[in-house]
């Protein structure tokens, strides 16, 4: 009987929890195979009375967005007023866009406070990095510590520049930096939970970037490890050239958030790369810029110039503070974005963005938003601030998931040039390996998209499994944070254990699991497009527990545990309410008319 009602109060708390946000469940049929389907269940608009479940939700129709008066029918002030508000509008937008970078930068700032000089200390381990799976997974785990792709693979630069490794064992740990660097807009994209449709498209939009990160690494590391075809490709391409060093400095964003960021808080980063030499001990330097207390003329001009605090505890300030400003800037520039995207405006922006070449010229389309990706990451010298500040546009559905695809790529390739630019500046005899690995970096990342994008049918593999993604957090919003923490962290320390193990133990546990997930794709795909070839229990998952094939039932168990808890708290505040009420009654009433008696 307890059972029944608390599952009966679960029904009716999410019921209700939908309702209140604006969510209606349909009673129809569920999804195939414990899939996610995203036609049950479509927003409410009282006003307008549109239901949109003729619409697909990953289309950029903005069905939000409200057609504005003509402008010839605006009277002088109404036109005054509208241009006025699209002045302050457009500044406001800046202003939320400025510490949105910078917020960035400081989240950047406090994982290097925190896990930097871990990672230094791990890439200076050379046992480790001899192992193409261990190094691959040491790329990851360094790049989501360091929150830089171009940061960490600079450090891999300097360390084959100083001879401490070579291009071979480097190659694998770029490999990693390349699906470490997408993990800070998928932090992005949780900015947007709010809204179920908008979150759906903000993390496809954000997870494109990690299937093809991962689908090219499932590809190109064996054949790297087989064949070392980047190193021969690089090694023939520098050849015959006359390398002489190059004094580079490039940094156009720097130059516009550093007077900001700078005032707030002044790391080394030398001290990073310096640790991944061997160069110092990681337990004799910090990597917080701070003054001696006997120093009197400090330069150190930053709120923590003084500060007594260790690494550690200013790392946790600034990642709270990074956190909270990031997602209050994201709110205000997708609310600023909502206002001002109406009417004409919406449209020359959707055709403008979303547009394609005329006729037979439609193919080059794509090519030239890789090229734009490219040339804007190459100007802010990041691919994690391009791709996070696209995101939102992905998810209030101004850029579509297929030109979001080719503007990733793009990315990928213009971060490589923070690479080439940090080898460029090495010397004498070095400056050939440095420029080797960074060229290995620049071809790996052509490669994947020699596979992944040309081709129509394989450009949609990863652009499938985003929506998959984002069709499943659209559903049950949890599994964006158990997706971030399994992808980046939990898997990449797992495989990182068993390469530390031996090879044995690393293939023992890794050949079945791939085999199985193998297996399990393969059926999917056979379900979906020849289910007939398939034995009858094949055809769906039906017959295996519910738990192995939805997470519907972990989802009920979430639930009921929060609506537990709210339930808990609920009847411990009227408890205790009554109490007082009780207590009050029993008090005698302090009446001074009665001691006179």
Not at 15 to 43: M, Q, R
Not at 301 to 325: C, K, P, Q, W
Not at 400 to 409: A, G, S
Request: glycine share 6%; with cysteine; aromatic share 8%.
């Amino acid at each position: 009987m307890t059972s029944v009602t608390e599952t009966s109060l679960c029904q009716v708390q999410e019921v209700a929890l939908e309702e209140k946000n604006g969510l209606a469940v349909i009673d129809a049929p569920g999804p195939v195979n414990g899939g996610v389907d995203y036609h049950s269940e479509w927003p409410q608009d009282e006003e307008k009375g549109l239901k949109e479940e003729d619409d697909d939700p990953w289309a950029a129709t903005l069905p939000e967005l409200r057609e504005g008066e003509k402008w010839a029918n605006l009277s002088s002030a109404k036109r005054a007023r509208f241009i006025v508000l699209i002045i302050v509008k457009v500044i406001l937008l800046s202003g939320f866009l400025y510490m949105f970078i910078c917020s960035l930068d400081f989240l950047s700032t406090a994982f290097r406070l925190l896990g930097g000089v871990a990672a230094g200390e791990v890439l200076n381990d050379h046992f480790l990095l001899s192992n193409p799976v261990c190094g691959l997974m040491i790329g990851v785990l360094v790049t989501v510590l360091v929150q830089s792709s171009s940061t960490s693979t600079s450090i891999v630069v300097a360390m084959v520049s100083a001879e401490i490794i070579g291009v071979r064992q480097s190659i694998p740990i770029v490999m990693g930096a390349n699906i470490g660097t997408s993990v800070t807009n998928t932090i992005v994209a949780l900015g947007q939970a709010k809204e179920r449709n908008e979150f759906r498209r903000a993390f496809g939009g954000a997870t494109v970037h990690d299937m093809f990160n991962w689908l090219t690494v499932f590809i190109f590391l064996p054949i790297e490890v087989a064949s070392h075809y980047l190193e021969a490709l690089t090694n023939a391409i520098l050849g015959g050239l006359d390398l002489q060093e190059q004094d580079v400095d490039f940094e156009i964003l720097k130059a516009i958030t550093g007077p900001f960021t700078k005032l707030i808080i002044q790391i080394d980063k030398k001290v990073i790369t310096d640790v991944a030499q061997g160069i110092v001990n990681a337990s004799d330097v910090r990597l917080l810029k701070v003054c001696d207390p006997d120093d009197t003329e400090c330069s150190y001009n930053h709120l923590f110039a003084h500060t007594t605090m260790t690494d550690t505890e200013v790392g946790l300030i600034m990642l709270a503070v990074s956190i909270i400003i990031l997602f209050v800037c994201l709110f205000a520039i997708v609310k600023l974005l909502h206002s001002m995207l109406r009417g004409g405006i919406a449209v020359l922006i959707k055709k403008f963005i979303n547009a394609d070449f005329p006729g037979h010229l439609s193919f080059l389309t794509g090519y030239l938003a890789i090229l734009i990706g490219a040339v804007l990451t190459f100007v802010v010298q990041s691919s994690s601030i391009f791709t996070s500040a696209i995101t939102p546009l992905v998810g209030i559905g101004v850029i579509t998931m297929e030109r979001m695809y080719p503007l990733t790529l793009g990315a990928n390739i213009g971060t490589t040039a923070t690479g080439i630019l940090a080898a460029l500046a090495s010397s004498g005899g070095s400056l050939r390996n440095a420029l080797q690995i960074s060229l290995c970096h620049l071809f790996f990342n052509i490669s994947g998209i020699i596979i992944w994008y040309p081709i129509p049918f394989m450009r949609k593999v990863p652009i499938f499994l985003a929506k998959t993604l984002g069709n499943t957090t659209a559903s049950y919003r949890w599994f964006a944070i158990f997706y971030l923490l399994l992808l980046f962290f939990v898997a990449p320390a797992i495989v990182f254990g068993l390469s530390i193990a031996g090879i044995v133990p690393l293939l023992a546990v890794g050949i079945p699991i791939l085999v199985f997930l193998i297996l399990i794709v393969v059926i999917n795909i056979l379900q979906r497009k020849f289910p007939r070839i398939l034995p009858k229990f094949l055809r769906s998952w039906e017959f295996l527990p519910k738990p192995l094939h939805s997470l519907e039932p972990l989802d009920r168990l979430l639930s009921c545990s929060c609506i537990k808890k709210n339930l808990a708290r609920r009847k411990k505040a009227q408890d205790t309410t009554e109490l007082n009420k009780e207590q009050h009654k029993a008090t005698p009433v302090d009446n001074p008319a009665f001691d006179a008696v």
